[in-house]
């Protein structure tokens, strides 16, 4: 499947910044994709310029993780039971800081967001029974609005 499904998201990534303008560091955060997930990624951001206004790129890449499992359902004859998990995800964007404050800045930017998702589903029929796997991948264009803290 091919998901188009807008969502808010909320992550918070913490990491040390280098004088030349790199940053490391790592991220979590909350957001629904069809199922809860908990992404977990490292976060690498190059901020070139050392003033009140100044462009910057950023890369995560990691792993999102489903938090909830999905009912048991009875359809018919058959009881369903589905598990979702999660999968890799892969993040990259440019964006503007505005340093509004000693080492305070809102950051403003546009990225490419993939996630992948993986519904296992075991049907389980009154002669027999199937495993389903439904692989579900996002591909979205984000809107990020941020606050970074020095």
Known sequence: ESGNQSSLS?????GYQFKN???VGIGSGMEELGVAL????????FTPLNSG???YVWLKAGHGFAITDQAVTYVDYALTESKPE????FNTGV?????TWKRTAVNVGLGYRYQKVTLNE???WWGGGSVRHTVTQYY???FHLGFVFM
Do not use: C, Q, T
């Open 38 to 45: 908990v992404p977990l990624y490292a976060d690498l951001r």
């Open 21 to 23: 303008g790199l940053a």
């Open 86 to 89: 999660g999968g890799f995800l």
């Open 122 to 124: 075991d049907l389980h």
């Open 140 to 142: 979205r264009l984000e």
């Open 10 to 14: 909320f992550h918070l990534s913490n």
């Open 53 to 55: 206004l100044s462009p």
């Open 95 to 99: 964006g503007i800081s505005m340093f």
